[in-house]
Every structure is written in C-alpha cells, then in structure tokens.
C-alpha cells in the first residue's frame, strides 16, 4: 500500500501546483517516478502494487536453504552468504545479489544477527626486527578445465602484499611450475 499513498500524494501535490522537481525532491524520489505515476489512474496503480507481492524473487527456490543456514549460522553477514550461495550453485554467478531478501528472511523468522566478535586486535608499533605482517585473503583462477577456482591464502612477511603478488603466488601454487610474468 506504501505505493498507492506515495501516488495520492504525488497527484495531490501535482494539483496543488507543485512543479514535477518539486513533488520529486519533496517525496525524495526521481522525477521519472514522478512522471510514472502521474500517467497511472488509480486502478492502474492498484493493479500495479497488488502484482508487486506476487512476484517471485531470484532467490526464492533457496529459501529453505537459506534459512537453514541463518538458523545455523546468524552471525553470518550478507555477503558472506552470497559468496557461499554462489560457491554452491556455479549458475548463479554474474547476477545481481538481494541482500534486502537475507534481511526480510531475517525479520519474518525472528533470526537476529549475533555479532561475531573479533579474538584479535591492533596492537602497538613494536621495534624492527620485532614484527611481521600477516596478510590473508582469497583469489579465483582458471583451473586446467577452464573452471574457475577459488584460493584462499595467508602470507607471513615482514612486508605488506599487493593483491596482484597475491594473486601471482596464487597461480603459482595452482600451477606448479608455471611462473607468472608481472
């Protein structure tokens, strides 16, 4: 119903004389939308937003996953669930990710986000000699069936890395004794 007031008060603005910026700065939406609804009856836009709570999402053939895997795991963010949804079905890398879906799954089942509470910290500068740098991260590379893969690597050094050494070192360990040029 949030889009039927937001077009009554869209064309009772227009009737009272306010121009299309001015509706559109006022309602905080764009001028096109604006211009949308002034072209919509009333039936039309009743129509329009029925249709809009029956339409199926890209994720909805996962909801039974996904909610087994927040009740399992909520301190899960958002876009760590994307990263495993799309480890797990290959077909659904490329497209647009619906974060507002995780959340909506998340108010609907009473499942809150628990915070995962970091066990380490920054600590202070210590002197040369004393320290080192450990860097950790993940990179995809093409396996030898042209399948893309995913790395994961931590590096120990008294230097920080770049993502492309990373990345290089990453290649090499797929792929022994293929070294890559810079």
């Known amino acids: 119903m949030e889009k039927l007031q937001l077009l009554v008060q869209v064309h009772q603005l227009k009737k009272q004389g306010f121009s299309i910026s001015a509706i559109a700065k006022k309602l905080e939406i764009s001028r096109n939308t604006v211009y949308k609804y002034l072209n919509m009856s009333f039936e039309e836009a009743t129509e329009w937003a029925n249709s809009l709570g029956t339409r199926s999402r890209k994720l909805d053939p996962f909801q039974d996953l996904l909610l087994s895997s927040l009740k399992e795991h909520s ?21 647009k990710y619906d974060s507002q879906y995780v959340s909506e799954l998340r108010d609907i089942h009473h499942i809150p986000k628990i915070p995962h509470i970091r066990s380490h910290e920054a600590v202070e500068e210590l002197p040369m000699g004393k320290q080192a740098q450990v860097d950790w991260g993940e990179t995809k590379v093409k396996s030898a069936e042209n399948k893309e893969v995913k790395l994961y690597f931590i590096s120990f050094s008294p230097l920080s890395l770049t993502v492309q050494i990373c990345h290089m070192a990453g290649q090499a360990l797929y792929y022994p004794g293929h070294h890559p040029v810079s």
Do not use: N, V
Request: hydrophobic share 35%; net charge negative.
């Open 75 to 95: 301190d899960l963010s958002s876009s760590q669930i994307e990263d495993w949804l799309k480890e797990r079905h290959p077909a659904l890398e490329g497209w």
